[in-house]
């Protein structure tokens, strides 16, 4: 799949590949103590880049979430970290996110541990971002309610996200199969949390699938409406979109469908946490087809090329290198060198995961000290709208 249609900046259009067995192994919890706790200065953090992003804690990353989602965040502070650009980095575990469609309340609590364990293993620093536990900051509720006074409720009807997420959760491929008696308000209503998430922290940029760019839009539809409210047009910037490159990875059994954390048979899926047997077993299972040779090809061969997209997502070549390097071998070389690929890429963060996932208290820091970072700003943006409001 190419590109989707919009302006890739050139910091992400040119920046290499980033890797876990670079960044991984070296995250530790002491080197968080000196820089991590620092609240950004307001009047820099207005004339900087600001990039929000968010990730529900619904589970381990399966790999589609790693490539589509994690490895950009990862790219980003790289980016920052060598001084090519100033930005401020805002990544959230959107706990609210995931309450909008019935989850185990003790699930949840282990799951969004697990998730800053993930975020911390796959090498991000809270020296360079701000990680934070969305629902640790009040103001996300306060200002998306705000912002429902405001939201149509005809566009947030035409968004096909909420259609989308109740058909996963029942491991559907079918929007037919969905009705409005499915729907709860708070998932109707996700949009526009998600805008309130975006504009607590004046964000000029945000890292968008295919699927949220209708989000992105209403995002900027609200930012435009409050502007004109508050009679302030420079209160909030209109956010873009960063597009990715990137190939949707799709089911390993079922190729005509994306890989889903919610999908309830394993082979399905590779989790960034897998053991090496287990990669081994899930890719060896995975559904090809009777031809012997490798050709990319998705709408014909969709199997096949989830595999090359696979491979050429995690070794960070060229989708051509890969299809040179595969053009003369067997599925059966394919599947050996990509099991290869995979287990190392992964080894070292297994390694950091398991210690943190152990480290509870060091954890646990962390996030309180990104969610008192994170609320110092949102705060501050909040008392402003609330002010032209009248709420102050």
Same mark, same amino acid.
């Given at each position: 799949m190419?590109r989707?249609?919009g ?11 980033s890797?876990?067995k670079?960044h991984?192994?070296?995250?530790h ?9 620092k ?9 900087r ?5 968010g990730?529900q804690p619904?589970g381990?990353?399966? &790999?589609?979430? %790693?490539v589509?989602?994690?490895?950009n965040w990862?790219?980003? !502070?790289?980016l920052?970290k +060598?001084?090519? *650009?100033?930005?401020?980095?805002y990544?959230s575990i959107?706990?609210?996110h995931a309450?909008t469609?019935?989850r ?9 541990f ?8 796959i ?5 360079h971002?701000?990680?934070f536990?969305?629902?640790q900051v ?6 998306a309610?705000?912002?429902?006074c ?8 035409r ?11 029942k491991?559907s491929?079918?929007l037919?199969e969905?009705?409005d008696?499915?729907l709860?308000?708070?998932l109707l209503a996700?949009?526009v949390?998600?805008?309130?998430? &975006?504009?607590l %922290?004046?964000s000029?940029q945000?890292?968008?699938?295919e699927? !949220?760019?209708?989000?992105? +839009?209403l995002? *900027?539809?609200l930012a435009?409406?409050l502007?004109?409210q508050?009679k ?8 873009q979109?960063?597009?990715t490159r990137?190939?949707?990875?799709l089911n390993l059994?079922n ?15 590779i989790?960034i ?19 012997e ?6 709408e014909?061969?969709?199997g ?5 997209d696979?491979?050429?997502s995690i070794?960070?070549q060229e ?9 003369d071998?067997?599925v059966?070389?394919?599947?050996s060198?990509?099991?290869?690929l995979?287990?190392?890429h992964f080894r070292?963060?297994n390694a +950091?995961?398991s210690?943190?996932?152990n480290s509870r208290?060091?954890v ?9 970072k994170a609320a ?7 008392s402003?709208?609330k002010?032209h409001?009248?709420l102050?």
């Amino acid at each position: 799949m190419g590109r989707i249609p919009g302006r890739l900046p050139f910091f992400l259009e040119t920046f290499a590949q980033s890797s876990i067995k670079s960044h991984g192994s070296r995250i530790h919890p002491e080197r968080f103590n000196s820089t991590s706790n620092k609240v950004p200065d307001m009047k820099a953090h207005q004339t900087r880049e600001v990039i929000f992003s968010g990730i529900q804690p619904t589970g381990v990353p399966h &790999i589609g979430n %790693y490539v589509g989602a994690l490895q950009n965040w990862i790219r980003l !502070q790289e980016l920052k970290k +060598e001084g090519k *650009k100033e930005m401020d980095l805002y990544y959230s575990i959107v706990g609210l996110h995931a309450i909008t469609l019935p989850r185990d309340p003790l699930q949840l609590k282990k799951e969004r541990f697990e998730m800053m364990c993930v975020l911390l293993a796959i090498g991000l620093d809270p020296a360079h971002c701000c990680l934070f536990n969305q629902d640790q900051v009040p103001a996300h509720s306060e200002m998306a309610w705000i912002l429902n006074c405001i939201a149509p409720v005809g566009r947030l009807n035409r968004m096909t996200t909420w259609k989308s997420q109740i058909a996963s959760s029942k491991n559907s491929n079918s929007l037919s199969e969905v009705d409005d008696s499915m729907l709860h308000l708070g998932l109707l209503a996700y949009p526009v949390l998600q805008s309130a998430d &975006i504009l607590l %922290y004046k964000s000029t940029q945000v890292p968008v699938g295919e699927d !949220q760019i209708q989000h992105l +839009e209403l995002t *900027k539809v609200l930012a435009k409406a409050l502007n004109k409210q508050t009679k302030n047009k420079n209160l909030f910037p209109l956010p873009q979109g960063i597009y990715t490159r990137q190939s949707k990875i799709l089911n390993l059994r079922n190729p005509t469908m994306k890989m889903s954390k919610s999908n309830p048979s394993d082979l399905t899926k590779i989790l960034i946490t897998d053991t090496p047997e287990e990669i081994r077993k899930k890719i060896k299972s995975a559904v090809t087809d009777s031809i012997e040779s490798i050709r990319y090809d998705p709408e014909n061969r969709p199997g096949i090329s989830n595999l090359i997209d696979i491979y050429q997502s995690i070794s960070g070549q060229e989708l051509e290198q890969v299809q040179r390097r595969f053009q003369d071998k067997s599925v059966v070389d394919l599947k050996s060198e990509l099991i290869e690929l995979l287990i190392e890429h992964f080894r070292p963060f297994n390694a +950091e995961f398991s210690r943190l996932v152990n480290s509870r208290e060091d954890v646990e820091k962390i996030y309180l000290a990104g969610s008192q970072k994170a609320a110092a700003v949102a705060n501050l943006t909040l008392s402003q709208v609330k002010k032209h409001i009248g709420l102050d």
